[in-house]
């Protein structure tokens, strides 16, 4: 079995989440025989129904959990401290664990710990290369050690998390496994200031991450992820935005207020949803983001470290015709798409096609994504975002719209990809039986001398099915989504595809012709 099938089928029979509960349990409780507590959690397991049907907390008692009170808890306050780096996040964050006597948990510091004190394994090595170079640690490695950490701690009276989120997925992730914050604080700073306060403490300190070319990347993605980051705890009435750029003693003497207000007042006051000013986080050659309208303003194009600067595209992309292709393997997405891109004058991008492209590049990415690749691990999701915006604004101009093929796979790619780039216009799903996809691809794989054999088909199958079941409700709630009948041969399938796109551009016309702004 290779690392990639072991992989795959660890995390289609939910062990991973399995292992987590049993540690988590471990950690809590500190029994004397840990070998009968382990059997007796395995017991609970198959009395529950499977592995699928245990949750992080499974093996914690009620009494003992330590996480639920942060979520508005009478006696327990958390709140996330933001900002880009260098905004001087983590030191405020140190002042006001130290007046209020909160907890104070550094998550770039939690997984730079992390990685020193296990360089020998494989999947900490590739996660230091990947923030080395100015990309996110994964989602679920940030979330998992968070909430290691959070179960260290169950007495605190509150915590000040710093550094976390960095994007949307993040937040809504957090959320999920483990609470809503009371408060968010964003230090707002502009570009030219966080690198300068940057590149001084790589002289004073020596971090790996504050080299000048993951300082370069790791502005860029803040760049990215502020704004609709912000908007998101601004609907949520939890963010209060500060001017960074200002005397540390006069931030702090702010935030302190603040807090005071939120925290330990009475329950009528509030945060309050005010607004971000974009100018305190953008250069004036960056686009400026306001009432999160795009206003174009020229942007420096800079290329480091392999990677390309996309510009500022952003509005031209959030227009452009965008559909999405889902289906398993074996559905006939791959040829659908060269078809289509044929008749309709589409850029057909496929995910695969991409990585594989960018490995036999002799850029710095291509060697994290090898890495990764060669580890049985999955491409994090930035990267193939990273890939796909590329690929897409070097088409702007030349296309009649972008047919994506492999992606999104899962619901969070599909947020991540409406937060940085756009929401599609359609998103054909093509739909047929486990048997028609099985038998298809045992018979391309025949064909091809592709080594996958039946068991590895069916698992591939089921873990499609798996991950795509939310994200096909997701669209299908935002009426996005047409589903198309793929059992028939390739001709029938592509006829009726045809129809569905002639209809969607009919529809786009119309809406173009009666706009406002063409009157």
């Known amino acids: 079995m290779s690392a990639g099938e072991a992989k795959e089928y660890l995390a289609r029979r939910e062990i991973p989440q399995l292992f987590e509960s049993l540690l988590n349990g471990l950690m809590c409780y500190k029994p004397d025989d840990p070998i009968e507590y382990l059997e007796s959690c395995l017991q609970k397991v198959k009395e529950l129904g499977g592995p699928e049907k245990v949750k992080w907390d499974t093996f914690v008692s009620p009494e003992k959990k330590t996480l639920p009170p ?11 401290r933001n900002g880009g780096p260098g905004s001087g996040k983590g030191t405020q964050s140190l002042k006001i664990a130290e007046r209020y006597g909160f907890n104070y948990i550094s998550v770039g510091e939690l997984l730079r710990k992390k990685i020193h004190s296990t360089s020998s394994n494989r999947k900490w090595s590739l996660i230091a290369k990947i923030i080395t170079t100015g990309e996110l640690a994964p989602q679920e490695t940030t979330i998992t050690e968070i909430k290691q950490r959070l179960m260290q701690i169950p007495d605190e009276e509150g915590i000040v998390i710093d550094g976390f989120p960095r994007d949307v997925a993040q937040a809504i992730s957090f959320e999920d496994q483990i609470c809503t914050p009371d408060l968010v604080v964003f230090l707002a700073c502009s570009s030219q200031r966080l690198k300068e306060r940057l590149l001084k403490r790589a002289e004073q300190q020596g971090r790996p991450d504050d080299n000048l070319k993951a300082t370069q990347r790791r502005l860029m993605n803040f760049k990215q992820n502020a704004v609709p980051l912000v908007k998101y705890f601004q609907e949520k009435g939890l963010i209060i935005t500060f001017d960074a750029d200002r005397d540390e003693e006069e931030v702090f003497s702010d935030i302190s207020s603040a807090v005071d207000n939120k925290l330990f007042a009475n329950k009528e006051a509030a945060a309050g949803p005010n607004e971000l000013d974009c100018s305190l986080i953008m250069d004036s050659g960056d686009t400026v983001y306001t009432e999160f309208e795009f206003e174009d303003q020229e942007e420096d194009q800079s290329s480091f470290s392999g990677y390309e600067s996309t510009g500022d595209f952003s509005e031209d992309l959030r227009k452009s ?6 289906g398993g393997p074996g559905s006939g997405k791959g040829s659908q ?46 990267i193939v975002l990273e890939l796909l915006k590329e690929a897409m604004v070097s088409k702007l101009g030349d296309t009649k719209g972008f047919l994506i093929d492999g992606y999104p796979q899962e619901l969070k790619d599909a947020e991540e990809f409406e937060s940085k780039i756009g929401e599609p216009k359609l998103v054909l799903c093509l739909d047929c039986s486990a048997e028609t996809m099985s038998s298809r691809h045992l018979m391309r794989n025949q064909s091809s001398q592709n080594s996958d054999n039946i068991e590895t088909t069916e698992e591939r199958i089921e873990s499609y099915y798996q991950a795509s079941n939310p994200l096909i409700a997701y669209y299908e709630s935002k009426t996005q989504l047409c589903k198309v009948d793929a059992e028939g041969t390739q001709e029938d399938v592509f006829l009726e595809i045809c129809k569905t796109i002639d209809s969607f551009l009919k529809k786009e016309e119309a809406a173009f012709s009666f706009s406002p702004e063409m009157q």
């Open 70 to 80: 942060l979520n508005g808890g009478q006696s327990r306050r958390s709140f996330f």
């Open 321 to 326: 015709n965008i559909i999405f292709v889902v």
């Open 337 to 382: 798409c060269e078809q289509l891109a044929k008749k309709y004058g589409f850029t057909h991008l496929s995910t695969s096609d991409l990585l594989q492209s960018e490995l036999l590049s002799l850029s710095e990415r291509s060697k994290l994504i090898k890495d990764i690749v060669e580890s049985g691990e999955p491409v994090p999701g930035g």
